[in-house]
């Protein structure tokens, strides 16, 4: 009772949005009884003169409500309109069974247990822990037998209707080595359903999981762009771009910054049309102690990044991820606004 409860709201939600951004005019200032995301429908903007500012929906890990229609608003509530989102959001929409472990602690555990050094109590825990995902894995494996990429399609729907777009989706586990093809074509074919150009994942180490990758996103018609942390370097995904023209970046200039790299606007200028997006955040360089700091407040190019993609017509995404320690006086949304904030000035600038 309690899922066929869940499922008519959610119909109800998405065709009352529906119906509301629909029948909104241009000159509507006051929007009685709307959901608070459909004034931002009319000021959001596409792009900051030319640049597509956006936002990664890890953004929002620390906030209770982690479903698909709690995540439109966060992005509401920063005044973005563009995104690239998070596989756990969008597979919720879709019904996957809710993972109530504690992973951080079966996790913790499991590494003692290596070692040698858990306790008699917590042996019990882990023993307690590891039946709980036993358990929770044959749940997916029933879920994962009856999914449907087409219910994608009625979450676009939905992020449509408030005027915000999926640029790029994350299906977190389901592009590493060891994933089966089904999965990795189940991942592919969710981000073309959701709009996305392309999905995103850490480059593999195996060169030929890269290769795989690249093959499978020309088979589905969908790009895979790949990140890292402090291993960037200027040449590092060339492999991956030699194998397959579905194969491209996703640079993450405050990782590059903190790996020592003084080199991203170079970088940049000679690989613009291998980067589909770039994840946006302020860190020290290897000197400063690399330590992830507000927008401004680090070491990394930021300003003189979004320029540079604002004079010479870079057409891929800004994308803003949020990593640094939030304040006791402030909020997550608070503090995501102030980054979104410090890169429309630099482009307004």
């Known amino acids: 009772m309690k899922t066929f409860k869940k499922q008519d709201s959610r119909r109800s939600f998405i065709k009352n949005l529906a119906s509301l951004s629909a029948g909104v005019s241009l000159g509507a200032t006051n929007l009685w009884g709307a959901p608070a995301y459909i004034p931002n429908l009319l000021k959001n903007k596409n ?9 990664i929906t890890y953004s929002f890990r620390d906030l209770k409500d982690q479903s698909a229609e709690a995540t439109l608003q966060y992005t509401l509530d920063c005044g973005v309109n563009a995104i690239e989102l998070m596989g756990g959001p969008a597979e919720s929409f879709i019904g996957r069974p809710e993972n109530k472990i504690d992973q951080r602690m079966l ?57 915000v777009k999926i640029y790029a989706f994350k299906p977190d586990y389901l592009l590493r080595k060891g994933n089966s093809e089904a999965d990795i074509n189940y991942a592919m074919q969710a981000g073309k359903r959701l709009g996305a150009t392309h999905v995103t994942l850490e480059l593999p180490k195996d060169e030929a999981h890269s290769l795989k990758l690249g093959q499978l996103g020309a088979k589905n018609g969908i790009k895979v762009a790949y990140h890292g942390h402090e291993q960037q370097h200027a040449h590092w995904w060339d492999t991956a771009l030699e194998q397959s023209s579905h194969n491209a970046m996703n ?13 991203a606007m170079e970088l940049i200028q000679k690989q613009h049309q291998n980067i589909l997006s770039m994840h946006v955040k302020d860190r020290k360089n290897p000197e400063n102690g690399k330590k992830n700091m507000p927008f401004g407040q680090g070491d990394t190019p930021i300003k003189e990044v979004l320029q540079m993609m604002r004079d010479k017509s870079y057409p891929f995404a800004a994308t803003v991820e949020y990593e640094y320690r939030t304040p006791k006086d402030s909020t997550v949304i608070d503090e995501i606004r102030k980054c979104v904030t410090y890169c429309k000035m630099a482009l307004e600038s």
């Open 47 to 55: 792009a900051i003169n030319g640049v597509q500012l956006g936002l």
């Open 107 to 163: 996790y913790r555990l499991m590494r003692k247990e290596r070692n040698k050094e858990l306790t008699r109590e917590e042996n019990k825990q882990l023993t307690d822990l590891k039946k709980q995902k036993e358990s929770f894995d044959k749940e997916i494996e029933v879920w994962k037998k009856n999914r449907s990429v087409a219910k994608f399609s009625a979450l676009k729907d939905m992020y449509d209707a408030a005027g």
């Open 251 to 263: 640079l993450d200039l405050g990782h590059y910054t903190a790996a020592g790299n003084t080199d």
